[in-house]
């Protein structure tokens, strides 16, 4: 599994318990130092994780919005735990990330990859929809 992919893979399973025990605060630095200790030894950058992790919750205000703006048929807590952190790390690389480091294209990509890895039977669907939008959306705006 290419490096990139494993850090978003432990960033997706670090939100989803933090977000699975109600969001606890200063959990999640210590819930993300656990896992990758578990699921990434060896990884070469460990610090991607954390800025994944770190970015996505300092915009979490934001990204939710803008999740229930794109999905407005389905409110923040009544998406599947999974879906709506796989969603909320795919548009912190969308909007807030690097482009340059993760084009646009690249986080939709591996977002509906880890939907399809840690989701359900319509989750990469999902996720494609939604982030279709909002990069449908950004692209008028440019």
């Not at 992790?53 to 229930?68: A, F, M, N, R, Y």
């Not at 998406?79 to 790390?89: A, E, M, P, S």
């Given at each position: 599994m290419a490096s990139r992919h494993l850090s978003r893979s432990i960033t997706i399973q670090s939100l989803y318990e933090w977000d699975f025990y109600g969001k606890p605060s200063g959990k999640i630095d210590s819930i993300t130092e656990k896992n990758i200790k578990e699921f990434g030894p060896g990884l070469e950058d460990s610090n991607f994780v954390r800025k994944?992790?770190?970015?996505?919750?300092?915009?979490?205000?934001?990204?939710?919005?803008?999740?229930?703006?794109?999905?407005?048929?389905?409110?923040?807590?009544?998406?599947?735990?999974?879906?709506?952190?796989?969603?909320?790390?795919?548009?912190y690389e969308l909007l807030f990330g690097s482009k340059e480091e993760v084009p646009p294209k690249v986080a939709i990509n591996e977002a509906i990859e880890l939907a399809k890895t840690f989701g359900g039977e319509n989750s990469g669907k999902f996720i494609n929809g939604v982030l279709g939008t909002v990069f449908k959306q950004i692209e008028k705006t440019i």
């Open positions: 994944l992790v770190s970015g996505t919750i300092k915009h979490l205000p934001q990204i939710d919005k803008i999740i229930e703006e794109a999905a407005p048929e389905w409110p923040i807590d009544q998406i599947t735990i999974i879906d709506r952190n796989v969603l909320r790390v795919g548009l």
